[in-house]
Structures are given as structure tokens and as C-alpha cells.
């Protein structure tokens, strides 16, 4: 068996089939998982959900943020945007078993046999394994619980931006979300900065990247991630960072993660959309 992560797709699933095509992938065989934002902006968000739902136990997905946008769209909770790409998701036949499937994918995803965890943006630097894992489970009872919309509903939002173990309801879950599905900057105590999305190096005054920060708690495992198409391809022992910008006209790119080394296979991709400052 082989194991594949992948880099956002955000609907290019054009991208996405030849990809798997170069990789002879076999879903009877072989395992994919997702760092998450399997749909938006690009063009073939249901074709996308719909590979993902079909490849049953041959795939793993964590959420991303513009995964949990579309639950809160098609929970009510939120206005469908003008630069959002799933009208047709939504308007779909099968579109309440999707929702239903997406709703319970995780937050994370951790493989002992590897020393490896998957998340869609990373883990907070006070987490440490453990931590990560409770505080996925927290949040991942809400979205499967019947009170999910009142959820998405106060869902949103910047704060708070420092981790505390006594944090309570909404502002305790949101700051796990915001940590799982959209850091990229940290200050040097750890504290989320949700604003700057640049490339390192793009005047980032006092921020860096939050697998930088001194004392970061995770150690020991592999993080694997996407969300963060400006920092491109990171590849070290204890990261590897997949979002290539395929939505971007960048590439769309895999990794084999179960031979002695990393493995890399990618495909281009066409311009979806112009390079902005939506996340």
C-alpha cells in the first residue's frame, strides 16, 4: 500500500485526475489523504467532494477553512460570497449526503506507524500532541452535532489569538479552528496573527511562521499541511508544507509519505483565479 498526501485542490479537479492518473493511484491498494479545502474557486468543487466521498476508506480528508465556509453556507449560517465557487455543490441532488459526509470529516488525522499528522494549517505552538488531538475532538462533536448551524453562526472571527486551557464555549472553539484551518503567523509567545498572508521574508516584522516559533510544543512527528499557497513547498524531517497554489496557476502536489524518503509527484495547473488577499 502506498500513502499519498495532497496539496490544497480547492476544486481543480481536472488537476486532480491527471495527478492521480501519473501516481497509477488504486484506491483498493493505496490511501490519499487531503490537507483540506477540497473545494471553492476552482471550478469543479462537486466533482471534487464527489471523488473524495466515493473513495470511501481509501481516503482521508481533513477539514480546511473553505470546507467549513461551504457547511456554514449550506447550513444558513452564512451568505453564499460572490467569489465563492459552489453554487452547483449546493444545488446538487446528492448534495445533503456530501454535506453530511464532509461535516464529519476531522480536524486532524495522526499515524502512529508513521509520525505523521495531518492538519489543513497546522498545529498551535503551545499544543502538543495530545492537546492537538482533545481539541480536535472538541470541535469535531460540534460540526457532527445537531446544534452545528448555531455553531457556524458565531464560528467566525480573530479572537482570541492566545491559547489558554481555560477557555470556554465559543471563544475556546473558535480559536481551535482558527488554529487548525487558518494560522499562518504567530508572534514570538505563540499568539495567532490572522491578518498578514504573505511569503516569509514579505515584511513580517516581529510574525513568523508558526512552525517557527521557540519552544513550539509538538515534537517527535511529522506535520504535515496546506493552506499557505504563498509559502509554497517546505520540506523538512519534522514538516512538509503542500499547498503549491494550484487554484493559482501554480502546481497541484503530492507526496508519497511511506517509502524510506519523501517522494514528490506534481502536475500544473491553469490559472483559476487571479492571486488576492481572500484567504
Known sequence: MSIYAIGDIQGCFDPLHRLLDALRFDPAEDQLWSVGDLVNRGPKSLETLRLFHELGEAAVVVLGNHDLHLLAVYAGAQPLKEKDSFA??????????????????PLLHHDTALGTVL???????????????????????????????????????????????????????????????????????????LDFKGAP???????????????????????????????????????????????????????RLDGESVALHAVDCPMTRQPGKDD
Open 119 to 193: 492538519a489543513h494549517a497546522g498545529i498551535a505552538p503551545a499544543w502538543d500532541l495530545a492537546t492537538a488531538q482533545a481539541c480536535a475532538r472538541e470541535v469535531e462533536a460540534v460540526l457532527r452535532g445537531d446544534d452545528h448551524p448555531a455553531f457556524f453562526d458565531r464560528m467566525y472571527g480573530n479572537e482570541p489569538v492566545a491559547w489558554d486551557e481555560g477557555l470556554a464555549g465559543i471563544e475556546r472553539l473558535r480559536f481551535i479552528v482558527n488554529a487548525f484551518t487558518r494560522m499562518r503567523y504567530c508572534d514570538v509567545r505563540g499568539r495567532l496573527d
Open 88 to 105: 452547483a455543490l449546493l444545488a446538487a441532488p446528492d448534495a445533503d449526503e456530501l454535506m453530511h459526509w464532509l461535516r464529519h470529516r
Open 201 to 255: 521574508g514579505e515584511d513580517t516584522g516581529s510574525r513568523m511562521p508558526w512552525f517557527d516559533v521557540p519552544g513550539r510544543r509538538l515534537t517527535g512527528q511529522r506535520i504535515v499541511f496546506g493552506h499557505w499557497s504563498t509559502l509554497g513547498l517546505v520540506q523538512r524531517d519534522d514538516l512538509l508544507a503542500l499547498d503549491t497554489g494550484c487554484v493559482w496557476g501554480g502546481r497541484l502536489t503530492a507526496a
